[in-house]
């Protein structure tokens, strides 16, 4: 379908955003509010028609948007769904959207889809399936993708990389970008027993095209040790801003993205934690220049 | 990938819907133990994502049932029939039939029909959008009424029981009740269509399912007509066009 003439191709504000969402379609219409942007699941708008394109329509002549995908299956061992990809692009082609994503993680194996975001093990084979999926991708979507950092419970015996490494070598083997979530670094450090500040401090931020900020829950392992669940049901919790505040001062502006996907609050709390995000751009933006654009 | 690629991620597969398999040898735990409770993450990522997902499309059969035997039926259905596709609004379709054949929800006969008007408004819901055929249109068929053939809009659905269906469906939407009142003692026949954005229910008069029917089906009108009259003498022809017309579903003729 032909996008709709009233869209501009103008590109995704370093502001915050947020995951657009059923229950706040009339609150964004009607209240008109100052906010940078809004992110979409493409999923949840690859029906025919009915209220979603409608919305998300009006939506879209009035903010940029970003497209996440949470079902190709960068990840997986088999081929991609070839008809999941054009569904993608049709949609792509529709709405317009500033930024692209998905997830480096796997969803589908054979014919069923397990509907979560599963983890690989980190090697030189899989790194080769990876890089191979997203240039399929980027060709089929004629656009450049980000990959974002998985948040994992358990790990692969055969595993041979460390994540930031392999994510490092998938950017300079495909050319394509990354989401940086800093939920899931902090949930990935506390899972697996390191630094979350040590695995920013090696992470490629200088490939970093958007960032995403969720809440977790807390769980316990068999021994009692701290498990947390990356579950996106509350507020983005301090220590997370915390950290988003030390990839800020080395990254400068970058768009960063609210996710709240369960236990969905009302649009004022929702909106309140986009202007949090704002505060610290703004900041950010008018502070020292920050080290990657210095060294640059 | 390799072979060993494909066959690690389907036994991940194969355990993370299995809750009595083992953790797949190939996960890493702390000290060499098995990781059983961060599995049990996924496995119950996967189960409750699901699970959610026909909560959502099944409100009204999950209050007549209640939330713990709805949601134990539907992980029972997700076990059996997993998603084969990444976009989640198909899935779900044959749930009506798998409820239908779950005999602790026998007690309740008329469940898999509620669950089936809430399949077609889904359905509805997500359908391709057409514009309805306007009055005016709809007036200028009258002088060739007898051969005209309807084009029903994308959206529209009939969902036919021998129980009153609607009717426990609006009550227990409205009312929140598990067990309806006072119920109509005959069957009740839906017409389930989205004309422009809302999704409409609507209750279709004797004979008015088989006049539809053969309609949709590509009958003409006197066609359609004389099928309703053949099962049901009472049919009316003229209330049940008016029905279909007001109701936004058609929008077009051939």
Known sequence: MAP?????????????GVGLKPEHYRDILDGAPDIGWFEIHAENYMGAGGPPHAYLTAIRERYPISLHGVGLSIGGAGPLDADHLQRLRALADR?????????????????????????????????TGVCD????????????????NPSTYIAYAETTMREVDFLREVVRRTGCGLLLDVNNVFVQAANHGFGATDYLDDFPLEHVAEIHLGGHAEDADEDGSLLLIDDHGCAVPDPVWTLYRRVLARTGPVPTLIEWDNDVPTWSALFAEAKRADGLLGACSMSAVPELMAAT | MTADAIQREGAFAKAVLDADARVPAALAGRDGRRPVRRFAVYRNNVYAGLVNALAGRFPATLKLVGEEFFRAMAREYVAKTPPRSAVLFYYGGDFPDFIGAFPPASAVPYLADVA?????????????????????????LVTRAEDVRFVFHPSARLVRSAYSVITIWEL??????????????????????RPALQVTVRRLPAGGAI???????????????????????????????AGLMRSGAFIGTR
Do not use: C, K
């Open chain 1, 133 to 148: 999926h997203i240039d399929e991708v980027q060709n089929a979507m004629a656009r450049r993708m980000l990959l974002e």
């Open chain 1, 95 to 127: 709405y317009q959207p500033a930024l692209f994503s998905e997830h480096l993680a796997w969803s589908s194996h054979e014919t069923v889809y397990l509907n979560d975001l599963l983890p690989l093990p980190y090697t030189q084979d899989t790194l």
């Open chain 2, 116 to 140: 089936r008007l809430e399949w077609a408004w889904h359905v509805a819901y997500h359908s391709a959008d057409a514009e309805p055929l306007s009055q005016e249109a709809l007036a200028a």
């Open chain 2, 211 to 241: 006049f539809a029917e053969a309609l949709m089906a590509g009958e003409t009108l006197a066609d359609a007509a004389a099928a309703a009259l053949a099962v049901e003498p009472e049919f009316d022809l003229a209330a049940n066009l």
């Open chain 2, 172 to 193: 227990t939407a409205r009312d929140g009740e598990n067990e309806p009142g006072r119920l109509p003692a005959s069957g009740e026949d839906a017409l389930v269509v």
């Open chain 1, 4 to 16: 709709s003439a009233n869209i501009s191709q103008s590109p995704i504000p370093p502001r915050g």
